[in-house]
């Protein structure tokens, strides 16, 4: 069976200071570490039928460095290929060097199409920069095309929320991936509690995210995922594979894998990346995807958890009939499934249904 291939640019111009993703500034270990990515890649004999290029910034590779790395890989004739990108760094003649590559489906990261959003954020562009990366993408010919969308910041409101889904779905954007800010321990933006106190509080982010989801829909993206929706046939099916523990392979710094039957990763490090000629790989999990796992990937998604037979399924269905009743998931069709009330109480969720699954 063909797996994932994920790969770890960890380029950006600058660190944006609300982000945890591994990432330098020191661009002139580019070709060194497109030359490390394809010894890794050739090191393996697997073949792939989605392919992610994620960062950092992707967009800061040039389009020969993206055509030298898929050319290294057994990739499927109907591959699905990613990259991100972010309009900073992304014009139309950008476009045209992607897709001749090799990349079909586009990620940009727009966060907003409010300044006052942007400034927040700290992004390197405006709102009109980035509604015009949408529009270069399609005219450079790509017909998927996804947008990030950051909810919870001190500038929204619900009315810049679905002005913005509106704006997106006017572009034509295919699929939006709509994320709640998250404040995370290591980055700048946790160190400066004044900016932290300006972030809706939890109230505030689930009014934001239910405003969200029905604007959404609405303009006819469903909720596949709990921050993902897509138009009809534009599911990422790369990131598919990690929620229904499907096999994938991780090349470059901080990249995550899980194949073989084992989860790994690779420590945070670019030169002892380009300077090993296969990189290290750290066991993380020497037995993942067990039933509480896929539990807990499942539960992410619009198709639900498939409830196991026997005393394990009517365990779960007896936990889980109190939660049906105050709306939070349904029990349908043999499966178990979040409503968007749910998702936004997910974590307990999983955890009240993972405790059931262990007293088997």
Not at 194 to 203: E, F, G, K, L
Not at 215 to 234: D, P, R, T, V
Request: with cysteine; aromatic share 8%; proline share 3%.
């Amino acid at each position: 069976m063909s797996k994932g291939l994920y790969i770890h640019v960890p380029f950006c111009r600058r660190k944006c200071p609300y982000c945890d993703f591994y990432s330098v500034t020191d661009r002139s270990l580019a070709e060194s570490y497109v030359q490390a990515v394809i010894r890794n890649i050739k090191a393996r004999s697997e073949s792939y039928d989605t392919v992610y290029f994620g960062g950092g910034t992707p967009s800061l590779l040039t389009g020969r460095q993206i055509s030298d790395i898929l050319s290294s890989a057994n990739i499927a004739d109907n591959a699905e290929i990613s990259a991100e990108c972010n309009p900073d760094s992304a014009d139309r003649d950008k476009f045209e060097e992607f897709r001749r590559a090799g990349i079909n489906r586009i990620s940009v990261g727009i966060q907003s199409l409010d300044n006052g959003d942007l400034y927040f954020l700290e992004r390197l562009h405006s709102a009109a920069q980035a509604a015009d990366t949408i529009k270069n993408a399609r005219l450079a010919g790509f017909e998927n095309i996804s947008a990030d969308l950051m909810l919870g910041t001190p500038y929204q409101s619900k009315d810049t929320i679905i002005s913005n889904i509106e704006r997106l779905s006017k572009l034509g954007v295919d699929h939006v991936s709509a994320y709640i800010l998250k404040i995370e321990e290591s980055t700048v933006l946790a160190k400066c509690p004044q900016r932290v106190n300006a972030c809706a509080d939890s109230d505030t982010m689930a009014d934001y995210y239910e405003a969200a989801v029905s604007a959404l829909e609405e303009h006819g993206y469903f909720q596949y995922e709990i921050s993902n929706f897509a138009k009809k046939g534009y599911e990422c099916r790369h990131n598919l594979k990690y929620w229904r523990c499907e096999e994938y392979f991780g090349v470059g710094p901080s990249a995550h894998s899980c194949i073989d039957g084992k989860r790994f990763a690779v420590p945070k490090d670019i030169h002892a990346f380009i300077d090993s000629e296969r990189q290290q790989e750290i066991v993380t999990d020497d037995s993942p995807c067990g039933e509480e796992e896929r539990l807990m990937l499942a539960l992410r998604l619009s198709e639900g958890y498939a409830i196991p037979a026997g005393s394990a399924g009517d365990r779960l269905i007896h936990a889980a009939k109190p939660l049906e009743m105050h709306g939070l998931l349904s029990i349908a069709g043999g499966r178990i499934i979040l409503t968007p009330q749910g998702f936004l109480v997910s974590n307990s969720i999983i955890c009240r249904l993972s405790e059931v699954l262990e007293e088997g």
